[in-house]
């Protein structure tokens, strides 16, 4: 069944008008919004994948996806953002230097400015997920977006906080593979590759110690990903054809940002990479510096199965609930861990009616 789903299709969201709007970031990279469009709306929805993954993980055609249950709940049109860390893209498997700074910098504010000539001053909420959420929160609590009237965002946000293995494979894992393996990103179809390249070899090493399914691509995202067999998700919550094209759904990454999330998991919360940088000389060292002042609400989901971020959500409520008491919302999600919130095939019943409800509190 798997391989009826065509890779980056449109064909999850049906009965909508569906347009392409691409734009260019202020350092010279072509990035896409996608809009699925019923009719006009006082509401925008803008969803933001994270790393590896793409739009797609929105409009999924063998469940009901996040994209349609907002259609069909009245948020009539909704746009879907692919990023520079977008699978969509060829830049994750350039050796490329960028970090969340640069998408923070760049990508948000321009994909809102792109957004905006089409929508005008209506109100724009945003849901968020994975470092997606990380760097849109640090764009919105750097003030380099404005405007939002509100942020939901999924598994962390400003505090990333991971188990110890994850620690230890942030500290040693770039370099050891950039330097000694001689691979500057990792794809989750290395195992399709050529015998004995050294993806090929690299996805054989990695599933010797993921017995829990024979998904190589599953195995290799819990290699990048988290400390659990599997790390990004619960088994049980996917349909058999989602967990069978885990690589059309997470594609390759590039490793530079997993350095930018170590500086952070040291400091305790969202830092600049380089405070020297003249580049990024607008954003703050300290991206919590000015959470009082931020006025958009977020809510902060917290898969209780989380073997990717840990506890980071329900550890950022409690500071911000400091900052701007009653502001924001945590709301646990149990049984769910860090993906399966999004691509899970109940998550229409267990997950997105949270977020349709927060949207909606925050809509008029």
């Known amino acids: 069944m798997a391989s009826t789903i065509a890779r980056f299709t449109l064909d999850g969201v049906q009965d909508a008008d569906i347009t392409v709007h691409p734009f260019a970031t202020g350092d010279g990279l072509g990035l896409e919004l996608t809009r699925y469009t019923r009719g006009e709306s006082d509401d925008v929805v803008l969803l933001v994948h994270g790393l590896t ?131 500057p990103y990792i794809d989750p179809r290395f195992g399709d590759a050529p015998v004995l390249t050294r993806g090929w070899m690299l996805s054989k090493a990695v599933s010797l110690f993921h017995r829990e399914c024979d998904v190589s691509a599953c195995h290799l995202q819990s290699f990048q990903w988290g400390a659990g067999k599997p790390a990004m998700y619960r088994h049980a919550n996917l349909l058999p054809v989602t967990h069978e094209r885990m690589a059309d759904i997470c594609g390759a990454s590039g490793l530079h940002y997993y350095r930018h999330v170590r500086k952070m998991i040291e400091a305790g919360h969202a830092v600049k990479y380089d405070a020297g940088s003249k580049a990024h000389a607008s954003l703050p060292q300290n991206y919590l510096r000015n959470a009082a002042d931020v006025q958009t609400p977020l809510l902060l989901l917290a898969p209780e199965q989380n073997k990717v971020f840990a506890d980071s959500n329900p550890h950022l409520h409690k500071i911000l609930e400091k900052a701007a008491p009653g502001r924001h919302e945590l709301r646990p999600l149990p049984g769910y861990g860090h993906l399966d919130p999004l691509i899970g095939k109940n998550a229409h019943l267990d997950v997105f009616p949270h977020i349709v409800d927060f949207i909606k509190r925050h809509s008029a």
């Open 53 to 183: 993954s793409a739009s797609d993980v929105f409009i999924m055609p063998e469940h009901r996806n996040l994209a349609t249950h907002l259609l069909d709940s009245g948020f009539t049109d909704v746009w879907a953002l692919d990023f520079r860390m977008s699978g969509r893209f060829p830049y994750d498997t350039e050796s490329h230097r960028y970090t969340l700074d640069d998408i923070a910098l760049y990508d948000f504010p321009a994909a809102l400015a792109e957004l905006r000539r089409h929508v005008g001053d209506r109100r724009v909420h945003v849901i968020a997920h994975c470092l997606g959420s990380v760097s849109f929160s640090m764009s919105l609590f750097a003030g380099a977006v404005t405007g939002i009237a509100s942020l939901t965002c999924n598994s962390v946000s400003l505090t990333p906080r991971v188990p110890a293995f994850s620690r230890l494979k942030l500290t040693l894992g770039p370099a050891f593979l950039e330097y000694v393996v001689g691979l």
